[in-house]
């Protein structure tokens, strides 16, 4: 089975860092293009951060900067590193696979939550 | 404030057929291919269309996608009780290298 777990959420203070991992089984990780993508509390979705198959990353004006995204593909490994944190980077954050290209993301994990608050 | 503009809400009895509206710009869905997801309380969201209407294994041919210029819908046949969730369309931008979203439409199933 596809999967993908989020893991290191949590609560930090403003201007703190966090390291979010995903742990991708069940598919062939290195293959893929694989990308951060963010739920505010009122619901809204934003796309956070990608890493091509080549190494390539790429971020909104809203995280870059401040995140930086990596993975390891011996060990089927995303990350998420988050700099400087701010209040509006309060949300869930879903590491999601592109499997279909062109941005359509098939697979995605639960999630986890940051919150970030004083 | 969404980049693509969905309906709030949404509503319609079992059975009926229901369309969700998705409206861009020339930058995404009028150089891009649409995307919808679908988002139960708690869950992560499922894609549920791709490359405008096309639909990955497993999701019934009651939905289907569609796009014409910049803008794009959804459409839902047959609906039932346990559609009920909140659809999200969002596509390619090229300004910014990375996808948009819709803000999310919540559909209800009266």
Same mark, same amino acid.
């Given at each position: 089975?596809?999967?993908?777990?989020? &893991?290191?959420?949590?609560?930090?203070? +403003?201007?703190?860092?966090? /390291?979010?991992?995903? &742990? &991708?089984?069940?598919?062939?990780?290195?293959?893929?293009? @694989?990308?951060?993508? /963010?739920?505010? +509390? #009122?619901? #809204?979705?934003?796309?956070?951060?990608?890493?091509?198959?080549?190494?390539?990353?790429?971020? +909104?004006?809203?995280?870059?900067?401040?995140?930086?995204?990596?993975?390891?593909?011996?060990?089927?490994?995303?990350?998420?590193? @988050?700099?400087?944190? /701010?209040?509006?980077?309060?949300?869930?954050?879903?590491?999601?696979?592109?499997?279909?290209? @062109?941005?359509?993301?098939?697979?995605?994990? +639960?999630?986890?939550?940051?919150?970030?608050?004083? | 404030?969404?980049?693509?503009?969905? $309906?709030?809400? !949404?509503?319609?009895? $079992?059975?009926?057929?229901?369309?969700?509206?998705?409206?861009?710009?020339?930058?995404?869905?009028?150089?891009?291919?649409?995307?919808?997801?679908?988002?139960?309380?708690?869950?992560? $969201?499922? %894609?549920?269309?791709?490359?405008?209407?096309?639909? $990955?294994?497993?999701?019934?041919?009651?939905? !289907? =996608?569609?796009?014409?210029?910049?803008?794009?819908? %959804?459409?839902?046949?047959?609906?039932?009780?346990? *559609?009920?969730?909140?659809?999200?369309?969002?596509?390619? *931008? *090229?300004?910014?290298? =990375?996808?948009?979203?819709?803000?999310?439409?919540?559909?209800?199933?009266?």
């Amino acid at each position: 089975e596809e999967q993908l777990v989020e &893991a290191g959420g949590g609560l930090v203070q +403003p201007g703190g860092s966090l /390291r979010l991992s995903c &742990a &991708a089984s069940g598919f062939t990780f290195s293959d893929y293009d @694989m990308h951060w993508v /963010r739920q505010f +509390p #009122g619901k #809204g979705l934003e796309w956070v951060a990608l890493i091509t198959t080549d190494g390539d990353t790429h971020y +909104p004006d809203s995280v870059k900067g401040r995140f930086i995204i990596s993975r390891q593909n011996v060990n089927t490994s995303l990350y998420l590193q @988050m700099n400087s944190l /701010r209040d509006g980077d309060t949300a869930v954050y879903f590491c999601v696979c592109e499997g279909f290209g @062109m941005g359509a993301f098939d697979i995605w994990g +639960p999630g986890t939550m940051v919150a970030v608050s004083s | 404030q969404s980049v693509l503009a969905q $309906p709030p809400s !949404a509503s319609g009895t $079992p059975g009926q057929r229901v369309t969700i509206s998705c409206s861009g710009g020339r930058s995404n869905i009028g150089s891009n291919t649409v995307n919808w997801y679908q988002q139960f309380p708690g869950k992560a $969201p499922k %894609l549920l269309i791709y490359n405008n209407h096309d639909r $990955p294994s497993g999701v019934p041919d009651r939905f !289907a =996608g569609s796009k014409s210029g910049t803008s794009a819908s %959804l459409a839902i046949s047959g609906l039932q009780s346990d *559609d009920e969730a909140v659809f999200y369309c969002s596509a390619w *931008d *090229d300004n910014l290298n =990375g996808p948009v979203f819709g803000g999310g439409t919540r559909l209800t199933v009266l």
